[in-house]
T-cell receptor
Framework: ELKVEQNPLFLSMQEGKNYTIYCNYSTTSDRLYWYRQDPGKSLESLFVLLSNGAVKQEGRLMASLDTKARLSTLHITAAVHDLSATYFCAVGKLSNAGGTSYGKLTFGQGTILTVHP | DAGVTQSPTHLIKTRGQHVTLRCSPISGHKSVSWYQQVLGQGPQFIFQYYEKEERGRGNFPDRFSARQFPNYSSELNVNALLLGDSALYLC??????????????FGPGTRLTVL
């Protein structure tokens, strides 16, 4: 069974500081996704990482994927208050049931990020 | 373009009751997946439907069922509600069947509270 683990689960940062969220997964994956969720809201897609060595950046966030280590990272540069949210990584994997292929996302527990002035 | 829509936004039920949640995918998307997100946890996969057929099912009891209509909208039904069914139910749509290869777009969710 695929397991996805994030750490840290809670992250309190000062504005202007850098930090990294780690996402480990237990089996080979087809895709790796990062989502942001604000309190009471749905999931907002941040990044889709497709292959080993993939790196994507958007503003102060940069995501990378190492499929050999089964590790993805989400790096935050010079944090600002607006980045406060819960961040999830999710592994997309093809599965088979009754001869039918389907795909699903398996999510990590989420990292609650709070950025303080 | 309208994104994924879900109704209702909030719902309060009592134990033992039945609930129906609805989802309309992005226009052109044929795959709909349902996820349950309990407070403080990541979403858990419940079902995937593609072209009106169930393609995948997560580790949920038979009290949970779903269907997809010819217009690709979907309903999630939960019978004999338990307190533990209280959660945010998320619907996600995708262009193709094999959602592992294709990005899923999530709706705003339905917040279900079971008293």
């Amino acid at each position: 069974e695929l397991k996805v683990e994030q750490n840290p689960l809670f992250l309190s940062m000062q504005e202007g500081k850098n930090y990294t969220i780690y996402c480990n997964y237990s089996t080979t994956s087809d895709r790796l996704y990062w989502y942001r969720q604000d309190p009471g809201k749905s999931l907002e897609s941040l990044f889709v990482l497709l292959s080993n060595g993939a790196v994507k950046q958007e503003g102060r966030l940069m995501a990378s994927l190492d499929t050999k280590a089964r590790l993805s990272t989400l790096h935050i540069t010079a944090a600002v208050h607006d980045l406060s949210a819960t961040y999830f990584c999710a592994v997309g994997k093809l599965s088979n049931a009754g001869g039918t292929s389907y795909g699903k996302l398996t999510f990590g527990q989420g990292t609650i990020l709070t950025v303080h002035p | 373009d309208a994104g994924v829509t879900q109704s209702p936004t909030h719902l309060i039920k009592t134990r033992g009751q039945h609930v129906t949640l609805r989802c309309s995918p992005i226009s052109g998307h044929k795959s709909v997946s349902w996820y349950q997100q309990v407070l403080g946890q990541g979403p858990q996969f419940i079902f995937q439907y593609y072209e009106k057929e169930e393609r995948g099912r997560g580790n949920f009891p038979d009290r949970f069922s779903a269907r997809q209509f010819p217009n690709y909208s979907s309903e999630l039904n939960v019978n004999a509600l338990l307190l533990g069914d209280s959660a945010l139910y998320l619907c996600a749509s995708s262009l193709v069947k094999v959602v592992a290869d294709n990005e899923q777009f999530f709706g705003p969710g339905t917040r279900l509270t079971v008293l």
